[in-house]
């Protein structure tokens, strides 16, 4: 059962570098997420993407791209890497059907340093 | 102004306390309101889930909402170790479809 994976886990960055983080779930859901979590900032929505084929920007989108492959896959990709990108960086999924919206599944998180 | 004020901690008690986590919010649009729990490396995970004012318990956990006062607390009683983690209270507007706006945690520890 294993519901949304995410890779990698951890990844170090010289400032510049580009890197995807890739994200699939099992779950069949239609909404995809990616959050960003920093320490006195909470949880910050990056991107979001409500159904296959549609994409949009959340709370902090500068600096990243997202592309929703399929219904199953959600990749993030930083094309050239800052420091204030340092993160750990979690998708997320869920139904978006009525109370059930209320229910996201988190990855594990993935630690970037970016150096 | 932050849409979510939540108090940071870290919160250090006692086995078999009763703990008290709280936020507030400023969106009166605010429909649903939602506790969730991150253990130490690992992806939040939600607690509960409540729609309107009052109380609703599962277990050992009551979450409170207070819509007149933009107000939501989360009880644990009997608290355990295992209850060790941060908790981030959620909230979505009925419009923005499953996006949610988290506070940003409080930091609990519980000591045997």
């Known amino acids: 059962n294993a519901g949304v994976t995410q890779t990698p886990k951890f990844q170090v960055l010289k400032t510049g570098q580009s890197m995807t983080l890739q994200c699939a779930q099992d779950m069949n859901h239609n909404s995809m997420y990616w959050y960003r979590q920093d320490p006195g900032m909470g949880l910050r929505l990056i991107y979001y993407?409500?159904?296959?084929?549609?994409?949009d920007k959340g709370e902090v989108p500068n600096g990243y791209n997202v592309s929703r492959l399929n219904k199953r896959e959600f990749s993030l990709r930083l094309e050239s890497a800052a420091p204030s990108q340092t993160s750990v960086y979690f998708c997320?999924?869920?139904?978006?059907?009525?109370?059930?919206?209320?229910?996201?599944?988190f990855g594990e998180g993935s630690w970037l340093t970016v150096v | 102004q932050k849409e979510v004020e939540q108090d940071p901690g870290p919160l250090s008690v006692p086995e078999g306390a009763i703990v008290s986590l709280n936020c507030t919010y400023s969106n009166s649009a605010f429909q649903y309101f939602m506790w969730y729990r991150q253990y130490s490396r690992k992806g939040p995970e939600l607690l509960m889930y409540t729609y309107s004012s009052g109380n609703k318990e599962d277990g050992r956990f009551t979450a409170q909402v207070d819509k007149s006062s933009k107000y939501i607390s989360l009880f644990i009683r009997d608290s355990q170790p295992s209850d060790s983690a941060t908790y981030l209270c959620a909230y979505r507007r009925e419009t923005s479809g499953s996006r949610l706006t988290f506070g940003e945690g409080t930091q609990l520890t519980v000591n045997p």
């Open positions: 997320a999924s869920n139904k978006l059907q009525g109370t059930s919206g209320n229910t996201i599944y």
């Open positions: 993407s409500a159904s296959e084929g549609t994409t």
